[in-house]
Nanobody, 113 residues
């Protein structure tokens, strides 16, 4: 099983980025989404989607980020708008099912002028 993420990069404050993650090798996935880890900080939830399409967001990204899931493609997306320097981090794709948790390799997002 693996998660392949893409879409990170360098963007100016106020800009937008879209992250994509495709899952392969899974028989089922209960929760699919994104976490992030900034330098010298703990990894934190950004946004996740359950198999029932319930969405959970970190308070710091509500109203700016939108997570979506394509069940047919086994993919999850994170549309990030109004990016702030505080959003700078490595973003990790995350999947959870009855067998446990799988992490993607991470993609760097840098918000800087």
């Amino acid at each position: 099983v693996q998660l392949q993420a893409s879409g990170g990069g360098l963007v100016q404050p106020g800009g937008s980025l879209r992250l994509s993650c495709t899952a392969s090798g899974f028989r089922s996935i209960n929760v699919l989404g994104w976490y992030r880890q900034a330098p010298e900080k703990q990894r934190e939830l950004v946004a996740v989607v359950t198999s029932g399409v319930r969405k959970n967001y970190a308070d710091s990204v509500k109203g700016r980020f939108t997570v979506s899931r394509d069940h047919a493609k086994n993919a999850v997306y994170l549309q990030m708008n109004s990016l702030e320097p505080e959003d700078t981090a490595i973003y990790y794709c995350y999947a959870r099912n009855a067998r446990g948790v799988v992490w993607g390799q991470g993609t760097q997002v840098t918000v800087s002028s």
